[in-house]
Every structure is written in structure tokens, then in C-alpha cells.
T-cell receptor, first 110, second 116 residues
Framework: SQQGEEDPQALSIQEGENATMNCSYK?????LQWYRQNSGRGLVHLIL?????REKHSGRLRVTLDTSKKSSSLLITASRAADTASYFC??????????FGTGTRLTVIP | DVKVTQSSRYLVKRTGEKVFLECVQD?????MFWYRQDPGLGLRLIYF???????EKGDIPEGYSVSREKKERFSLILESASTNQTSMYLC???????????????FGEGSRLTVL
């Protein structure tokens, strides 16, 4: 399968805590992207990490990539209630398509 | 900013009806995609197009067709809607991947279709 698999499926934390989501995959990738989806809405691109990169930062987001383990993690620091959403990893394997996982549902409790 | 507009946020149709879902993007992107999203299954690609009048089947094309007559518009057609096509449909667009871009997808707000 070319899909990523997110873990955990659901995560509930208190506001101010850090949230970590993981993505494992089985294929070779050109890059790995993380998207966010608010309930009932479209997906929004958050951050991309290329296969030759190990870590990237964007604001409160930190993404790591370990190609030897075929895994990535997304860390959201100092979470806010507005971070409540589903988060998806997406694999770009060389074609024009992205392969999405089933997502992690994050709930941040105020 | 890139804008991807889906014509209808909510539709209710009857079994056997022909359904058109329209998607327009305003950033001259080559690629356009149609996904469906169902609980527990994530996003599954139905069709994509990398140029006008070009289309490629995705993972679940059965029961669907598409049309891309103009670069900015990509239509999804359900020739004879069935109840198992009740779903959230998401349109997306992107530039062709290359050194200067990454193939990041820009999504519309989605069209929730219910087939009775």
C-alpha cells in the first residue's frame, strides 16, 4: 500500500500541552506532507518535508522524518483549542498523486 | 492566494439521478483531482487530470466520470447515483511537481452528497 498510516487515531490533550502524531509508511517517497482538516471542511496544507531532510519547523509545528524507519512525526507545541482538527500525512511517491492516510483526530480541551 | 471553489456544499439526490459536481481553481494549476472521503477510509482518489482533456483513473473510478474542457474547471459526474456514493467529495489542484514547487495540494471546501 502507498498510504501512510497515522497513529494514534485519536488524541485528546489539555490546552498548552504538546501534541505528537506519527505517520508510518511502506514505500519510497519524494516528500511527505501534513495537512489539517477542520470538521466538515477541506484540507489545508501545513508543512512539507523532503526525503533528504530530517527535520523542519514552521511556527508551532515541528516535523521529523526518518526514512530508514519509514516514519514521520508532527509535533504541535503549546496547543490551543483552535488546533482541534484532523491531521493527515500524505506521501508523494514520484507521480502527480498524493496518498493520504486515515488521519489523527486531535481534540484540545480548553 | 489559491482558491479552489466547489459549486455545492450540500446536495441531496435520488438513486439513479445524474449528478454533476463542479470545481474551479483560479491559479492556473495543471493538476486537478477528485477525492472522496469516508469515515475510517481516509481520502481515496477517484480521478485526476494533468492537462485539459486529459484524465487518469485513480483508485476508485467505478461509477464516476470526469470532464476537463478548460484548464480551470474539473467536473465529476455520477452517471446514475447510488446510495453507496453518499460521501464527502473533495476537489484539489496543484502545480506539476518540479524543482520549483512541491506538488502541494490546494483543496476546496468539499461537497457533501447524500443519495437517497
Amino acid at each position: 500500500s502507498q498510504q501512510g498510516e497515522e497513529d494514534p487515531q485519536a488524541l485528546s490533550i489539555q490546552e498548552g500541552e504538546n501534541a505528537t502524531m506519527n505517520c508510518s509508511y511502506k514505500t519510497s517517497i519524494n516528500n511527505l506532507q501534513w495537512y489539517r482538516q477542520n470538521s466538515g471542511r477541506g484540507l489545508v496544507h501545513l508543512i512539507l518535508i523532503r526525503s533528504n531532510e530530517r527535520e523542519k519547523h514552521s511556527g508551532r509545528l515541528r516535523v521529523t522524518l526518518d526514512t530508514s524507519k519509514k516514519s514521520s512525526s508532527l509535533l504541535i507545541t503549546a496547543s490551543r483549542a483552535a488546533d482541534t482538527a484532523s491531521y493527515f500525512c500524505a506521501l508523494q511517491t514520484g507521480a502527480n498523486n498524493l496518498f493520504f492516510g486515515t488521519g489523527t483526530r486531535l481534540t484540545v480541551i480548553p | 492566494d489559491v482558491k479552489v471553489t466547489q459549486s455545492s456544499r450540500y446536495l441531496v439526490k435520488r438513486t439513479g439521478e445524474k449528478v454533476f459536481l463542479e470545481c474551479v481553481q483560479d491559479m492556473d494549476h495543471e493538476n486537478m483531482f477528485w477525492y472522496r472521503q469516508d469515515p475510517g477510509l481516509g481520502l481515496r482518489l477517484i480521478y485526476f487530470s494533468y492537462d485539459v482533456k486529459m484524465k487518469e483513473k485513480g483508485d476508485i473510478p467505478e461509477g464516476y466520470s470526469v470532464s476537463r474542457e478548460k484548464k480551470e474547471r474539473f467536473s465529476l459526474i455520477l452517471e446514475s447515483a447510488s446510495t453507496n456514493q453518499t460521501s464527502m467529495y473533495l476537489c484539489a489542484s496543484s502545480l506539476l511537481p518540479g524543482a520549483a514547487n512541491t506538488g502541494e495540494l490546494f483543496f476546496g471546501e468539499g461537497s457533501r452528497l447524500t443519495v437517497l
